[in-house]
Antibody, heavy 115, light 105 residues
């Protein structure tokens, strides 16, 4: 069964940092592009970042460019999102999703940025 | 970056056909994808590459695209189809539509 499990969310103060992880299983992780998508409370979906299967190509939404860093470890079947200089508006559930088609999604991890 | 525009809400009675539109200037050149999100759950892909249906998705879900508009059609909508639906497209970056709340009652 294909499965994605996010972790690392929590409460952080404005200006702080957090590192999210996404553990993949049930498929050949190294063969797939991956994405991070977020959803603020009561709001719609927002694409955050993309990484190619090898990690050589990376894209970011303008809203996080320069503050967030996506990476992956194919040997550990894991995807990461390093989030620095966090703002209140970064408060959201963060999902990892496989492939350009965003299928499937993990269950999400909640990041709350508040003092 | 470009935008995708969806109606905020669509309402149908059970058994009727629901159509949810998604408009965007990039759609003539890029595929549209559709996701269903039920309350408290992660999104699920229901249509990919404009009109393809993933395995396990009921046949009543279909998609089409023409010009700057993509459409998700639910033929014979069921009460369990009540959810938020999002369109999505991607080039070097991804963009979602604002989402459409489908009410079936």
């Amino acid at each position: 069964e294909v499965q994605l499990v996010e972790s690392g969310g929590g409460l952080v103060q404005p200006g702080g940092s957090l590192r999210l992880s996404c553990a993949a299983s049930g498929f050949t992780f190294s063969s797939y592009e991956m994405n991070w998508v977020r959803q603020a409370p009561g709001k719609g979906l927002e694409w955050v970042s993309y990484i190619s299967s090898s990690g050589s190509t990376i894209y970011y939404a303008d809203s996080v460019k320069g503050r967030f860093t996506i990476s992956r470890d194919n040997a550990k079947n894991s995807l990461y999102l390093q989030m620095n200089s966090l703002r209140a508006e970064d408060t959201a559930v963060y999902y990892c999703a496989r492939d350009i088609s965003l299928d499937p999604w993990g269950q999400g991890t909640l990041v709350t940025v508040s003092s | 970056s470009y935008e995708l525009t969806q109606p905020p809400s669509v309402s149908v009675s059970p058994g009727q056909t629901a159509r949810i539109t998604c408009s965007g200037d990039a759609l003539p050149k890029k595929y549209a994808y559709w996701y269903q999100q039920k309350s408290g759950q992660a999104p699920v892909l229901v249509i990919y590459e404009d009109s393809k249906r993933p395995s396990g998705i009921p046949e009543r879900f279909s998609g089409s695209s023409s010009g700057t508009m993509a459409t998700l059609t639910i033929s014979g909508a069921q009460v369990e189809d009540e959810a938020d639906y999002y369109c999505y497209s991607t080039d070097s970056s991804g963009v979602f539509g604002g989402g459409t709340k489908l009410t079936v009652l």
